[in-house]
């Protein structure tokens, strides 16, 4: 809280020294009246439920497809020998480089919005969850074959546990792509969102709403970041430990 009360401070003593241009860097009060006004017309509301209903599709969305991937790739090697090449090629191409080719494939609608978030997720969390399960202590899988569990049962009651602590670091990481993603993602063919209210605001020079918008976006992710927080701490507590070494 320090950080942050230390942060608003400097910007405070920047807009209204004369250090910095108050129409490129408005005063926080200014956009305190700024994100107010929002508020109260409703528009912010709009933009905001928009942006958070694209977020957590695409995130869902990247999660049922990177989990049962990395599990599948882990599990079977000559499918990882053919097919990692083509993941690695795929990780290396920004989420936006793809823009072009997702608004031909899928439109300009929610399907191409919700794509890009999805791109931005996926490798954090596969990697995250194909991490975990090669760390996995070899020694409790031939412990778990002695005791005559099936593969599916090793992987529910062993495999998976014991990666858990990596899957969650791919899912915080993810989640936080997923809301890097957004502005890009609603940069084009879009009328609703905090991302199209920035740009929006850019191109009428207001630099206050462009402020007000990546503020709003900055809680957000923190926001989720505690939920998703809590939520495995209260589904998996033996993991505050490691939840607290991530945040670190």
């Known amino acids: 809280m320090a950080v942050f ?16 241009s108050t129409f490129l860097l408005p005063s926080p ?16 509301a709009k933009h905001t439920l928009v942006s958070l209903r694209r977020v957590v599709s695409g995130y869902l969305l990247a999660i049922a497809i990177a989990v049962p991937c990395a599990a599948l790739f882990s599990l079977t090697p000559a499918l990882r020998r053919l097919i990692e090449p083509l993941l690695e090629f795929l990780r290396q191409i920004p989420p936006l480089a793809m823009m072009p080719l997702l608004i031909l494939w899928l439109g300009i609608g929610e399907a ?13 969390i596969f990697l995250g969850v194909r991490g975990g399960i090669a760390a996995v202590d070899r020694k409790l899988i031939d412990v778990g074959t002695v005791c005559g569990f099936s593969r599916s049962e090793i992987m529910l009651r062993i495999v998976l546990p014991s990666a858990l ?23 084009i063919a879009s009328s609703a969102g905090l991302g199209y209210m920035i740009v929006d605001a850019e191109n009428l020079a207001r630099t206050d709403i462009v402020l007000a918008g990546i503020l709003v976006i900055g809680v957000l992710g923190l926001i989720s970041d505690h939920l998703l927080r809590g939520l495995i701490q209260r589904k998996a507590p033996w993991l505050a430990g490691d939840l607290e070494m991530a945040r670190a």
Do not use: D, M
Request: proline fraction near 3%; charged fraction near 10%; aromatic fraction near 8%.
């Open 5 to 20: 009360l230390a942060a608003l401070v400097l910007w405070h003593l920047a807009s209204n020294s004369g250090l910095v």
């Open 29 to 44: 009060r200014t956009v305190f009246e700024t994100l107010i006004e929002l508020a109260g017309s409703g528009v912010l």
């Open 112 to 124: 191409q919005k919700i794509g890009i978030i999805v791109l931005s997720c996926f490798f954090p």
């Open 165 to 187: 602590p990596a899957i969650v670091v791919g899912l915080r990481i993810g989640l936080g792509y997923s809301w890097r993603a957004l502005v890009g993602a609603e940069l």
